[in-house]
């Protein structure tokens, strides 16, 4: 039985080391040589180098010059993600996506079955950076009347910032946030924010 | 909604073609032959053997070799608690996360050491990156390959003749380890770094967002755990979320990728039986047999996701895309269904959605996949389970045709169906009395909502939070209804227990099963043989898993996700 005792500990020190240190060292050494920019977390920087986000992580956007996120369960709060958890007969549930439906509908002045549900849900992380195609559409009334362009400019830059399925059919088509929205600014201008 | 249903066959389809490579590959490690990568690999393996100071001639019988397996696992528990309960005094903790609380430290090991990973914590808040690394990594390695040993002993056990050693477990565990987990972790890593997914030891990113608010981004050694965390079917997400958080799980390609380490073990596990008891028909039956009943639970998944909810629908709304509550556009309704399928079938747990949000029937599917726990099963011990309905299927078979139940010329006696019996009744008695007695706390507990704060949703759809609870710690599955308040001494201590006994239970009896063929002469088979190599074994296997592996949860699926189904469509 010491013999078992001692292989066990040993076994376990020895493996420790390897897998939860060796590995690990490799794995970091090879991301900052090959995948620099995706191993920081694919930050977006302004022009001074101060991050404005991650390219992969939604942010809320509540002005009316900007698309909206999916709703998200976890407020954006990228340091503590999370879904709702709500299940489809839940009564908060559905007061919730009820709510939703009627902002969507005063602040767009659209109809309720021209919102994708995608916009009235709230994602698995929290987090989703993209909202599809129809969902950017949608919006793109609002955006142009608030930045006092053609809707057509706008409409632009969605179809530019649609990716398809990636090789055709994986995934869904979508759009990235953040992205579409730092290029709203690069092409028509914003007004500069402070920091709170 | 088309282009899913081609991406869901071409992920199946291509897991299944690789999985018949991997599965040659792993039979020449476990049979001691030359592969290519050897070169690389097998002085790291002759090192680990070294330093643990083990002896390869040390061959052992099913009762030493469960003893090395228990008490290997029990020093592995002993020095990750320790890290974690301490975890604020070790270095690599950027966030400054503080020491775990000891009941959730309880927990929290026993899952990962049962390779459950049901996690009662979040890892962006509730652990440093040397746990991550140290703890959460390394278990997830070891145990898999824990798995993985105990089957191959099985395995030998099953082909043999007369034979008492099955093999010596530290020198498998350490080929699982260092020859299967480990290349395949590199490859997927790099992958999913090359998709998007970070590895870094700086902490959390400070981000000043396009509308001005500060928003903090927790990161950090994400690549390294997640293609572990898949390939491993340990399924314990670097981030709350799992591998719906976009960091987990980035792109289409992503997702594919990490579908793919779902199951490929485990469908190699089967080829590998197949090739090591020289019974390639037998692999091949026992392969169709998980494929129909795994297809069928995809399609109906994937149909019930993709048809959205009847309330939603109610509010006008589009729902042409499906049932989109916790779940992420890139992945849509359809590939997050079949990895919820894929997911609770092979015992990993990971989540590409939140399972507690699904529409009540396709939220079934993950619950019937845990209850059978055997369609390709968890890395090793799917398979195990498995045997164990083989076992059954052969004297249920017997039994028709009036002729003694044998398996592979072994006959298959009292002493051997005592011990299938055993593991096969744990699994439904522990998830059944366990949702018992959180159902009797909860009923005679003074306003329960406020006093346990347990369920974030009400009727039928809570007492479906508390059934998946103790089914995904049975099934060492790990996923979870998250809605469940589950970080309270109850849950950390019950579902501890049952994570603990529902993995040591079902690999020591059929070890102890398998010792016991395996010491049988093997009797040629005749004409009067029941042969298992046959469609008509499969189809009766087949009917064997269903009846007996999902009848008995018959009433609690009524109470929890039927009649939820029911109440939505008035």
Known sequence: ?196 | MGTEYVAIVVTIAFTIATSALLGGYMYRVFTGQRTWIDPVFVPIERLVVRLTGADPNDQQNWKCYSVSLLVSNVFMWLATWTIVTLQQYWPLNPDGIGNMEPTLAFNTISSLTTNTNLQHYSGETGLSYFSQMFVITFLQFVTAATGIAAAVAIIRGLAGNRLQQLGNFYVDLTRATVRVFLPLSILVSVLLMWQGTPMTFEGAAKALTVEGAEQTIARGVTAGVVSIKQLGTNGGGYFGPNSAHPFENPTPIANVIETWSITIIPMSMVVVLGLMTTRRKLGIVIFATMLAIYLPMVAFGVAKEAGGTPAIAAMGVDQSTGSMEGKEVRFGAGLSALWAVTTTVTSNGSVNSMHDSMTPLGGLMPMIGMWLNNIFGGVGVGFINMLIFVIVAVFVAGMMIGRTPEFLGKKVEAKEMKLASLALLWHPLAILVGTAIACYVWATTADPGTALAWLKNPGSHGFSEMMYEFTSAAANNGSGFEGLGDNTPFWNISTGLVMLLSRYIPIIAPLALAGSLASKPAAPETAGSLSAESGTFGITLWAVIVILGLLMFMPVAVLGPIAEHLALLQ
């Open chain 1, 1 to 196: 039985m010491l013999k078992e005792i001692k292989l066990g500990i040993r076994f376990t020190v020895v493996t420790m080391v390897l897998l939860g240190g060796a590995y690990h060292a490799l794995l970091w050494g090879i991301g900052r040589a090959v995948f620099s920019a995706q191993a920081e977390g694919s930050l977006i920087r302004r022009g001074d180098g101060t991050v404005v986000g991650s390219r992969l992580i939604a942010q809320e956007f509540k002005r009316p010059e900007y698309f909206r996120s999916r709703p998200s369960a976890a407020a954006y709060n990228a340091a503590s993600t999370g879904g709702s958890n709500y299940g489809p007969s839940n009564p908060d549930h559905l007061k919730a996506v009820r709510e939703r439906i009627d902002a969507t509908v005063k602040e767009d002045g659209v109809q309720a079955s021209q919102i994708p549900s995608e916009m009235v849900t709230a994602s698995g992380a929290g987090m989703d950076p993209h909202i599809p195609p129809a969902a950017a559409e949608l919006q793109a009334p609002r955006v142009a009347s608030a930045r006092g362009v053609p809707v057509e400019r706008v409409r632009e830059l969605i179809h530019a910032h649609t990716e398809p399925p990636t090789l055709g059919f994986l995934g869904r088509a979508r759009v990235n946030v953040l992205e579409l929205n730092l290029a709203l600014d690069a092409a028509l201008g914003s007004k500069p924010v402070a920091a709170k």
